[in-house]
Nanobody
Framework: QVQLAESGGGAVQAGGSLRLSCASS????????LAWFRQAPGKEREGVAH???????YYADSVKGRFTISLDNAKNTLYLQLNSLTPDDTATYYC??????????????????WGQGTQVTVSS
């Protein structure tokens, strides 16, 4: 069973940057795509970005132009670069892999593999 582990979260001031990493314990090629989700207290989990293993990426409107998702196939590692952070970006960030040959896009229920989450806190 492939396991995912996020790292790189922390506390930053508004306007700052962070880089999240998601290391996979096994090959990512069993998945069609990988994604980042986030969940703030009292809110539903929302998709932030997802990327096909071939490289095509998609972003939520709320992060477009500020966040960049990337994939290092050789290292089986997914990244999320967060720039121009605002307090609204405060949440626990999760990486996910679909574990099949079908990409669920921003539908969290379609992802079979999840990391434990990493906290991002942005102060004003």
């Amino acid at each position: 069973q492939v396991q995912l582990a996020e790292s790189g979260g922390g506390a930053v001031q508004a306007g700052g940057s962070l880089r999240l990493s998601c290391a996979s314990s096994g090959s990512i090629y069993g998945s069609r795509c990988l994604a980042w989700f986030r969940q703030a207290p009292g809110k539903e989990r929302e998709g932030v970005a997802h990327i096909y293993t071939g490289g095509t990426a998609y972003y939520a409107d709320s992060v477009k132009g500020r966040f960049t998702i990337s994939l290092d196939n050789a290292k089986n590692t997914l990244y999320l670069q967060l720039n121009s952070l605002t307090p609204d970006d405060t949440a626990t960030y999760y990486c996910a892999a679909d574990g099949t040959n079908w990409c669920p896009g921003f539908a969290a229920s379609g992802y079979k593999l999840w990391g434990q989450g990493t906290q991002v806190t942005v102060s004003s």
